[in-house]
């Protein structure tokens, strides 16, 4: 493949460790060009103005920006590129503006090759991920044991130290925990989460 045609790949995670080993991955690729790597989302839209990738390789769940949203935006504005979401959940909310989704954990030959179909084929590639439609059970699902029992603790009016306390853990992790469960049920503050915890049946 000639150098004007090779792939060209933007990467966006919020995770530097994850894009460091992506970066180490593929530029190792005679057939692909990696044309930026940005581990924020908002900023990542106004890269792709000035380098529009063949196909953007991102994840779901980033705290700058929602990645559904992000993907959207990216989509609208550029409809003709390619996303494929690795993700480390094994379930997605919606499918009509992606063309592929992987777990974090796919081996590398196995994304080399869907990247490539991907682009060069136009197929679409979702392995053996659970695709789930409803938000309803997409947001319940990406909520670890843990963190439901934290949320029922909250609801018992427990404050952090009583829930550090008795879930045998530190104030810190329990603090870690509450961040990521707002993150998550995409909540602001307490009332908020006490009342998405009721409609998704968290709260018993």
């Known amino acids: 493949m000639e150098t ?26 005679k057939e692909f060009e ?14 792709i103005r000035t380098n529009i990738p063949d196909i953007l390789i991102s994840d779901i769940s980033m705290p700058e920006m929602n990645g559904l949203e992000f993907i959207k935006m990216v989509k609208k504005d ?8 690795l993700s480390m959940f094994d379930s997605l909310q919606s499918v009509q503006d992606i ?39 997409f947001k319940k699902s990406i909520l670890t044991d843990r963190e439901k029992e934290v949320i029922q ?20 992790t329990i603090e870690t925990h509450r961040k990521n469960i707002f993150y998550k049920l995409q909540v602001k503050n307490i009332a908020g989460l006490i009342k998405k915890a009721i409609y998704l049946g968290v709260v018993k």
Not at 14 to 26: C, T
Not at 34 to 47: M, R, S, W
């Open 99 to 137: 063309d592929g989704y992987l777990l974090k954990e796919t081996n590398t030959e196995e994304l080399i090759n869907i990247i490539t179909d991907i682009v060069q084929n136009d197929t679409k590639h979702f392995g053996s991920r659970q695709i789930i439609e409803n938000s309803f059970d």
């Open 4 to 29: 004007n045609n090779k792939i060209k790949i933007a990467l966006v995670d919020d995770h530097q460790m994850f894009l460091d080993g992506m970066i180490s991955v593929l530029s190792n690729q």
């Open 34 to 47: 990696i044309v930026f790597v940005e581990n924020n989302p908002q900023v990542a839209l106004l890269k």
């Open 153 to 172: 603790l909250i609801a018992n009016e427990c404050t952090t130290d009583q829930i550090a306390e008795k879930l045998n853990t530190s104030k810190s």
């Open 78 to 85: 550029f409809p003709h590129v390619k996303i494929l979401v």
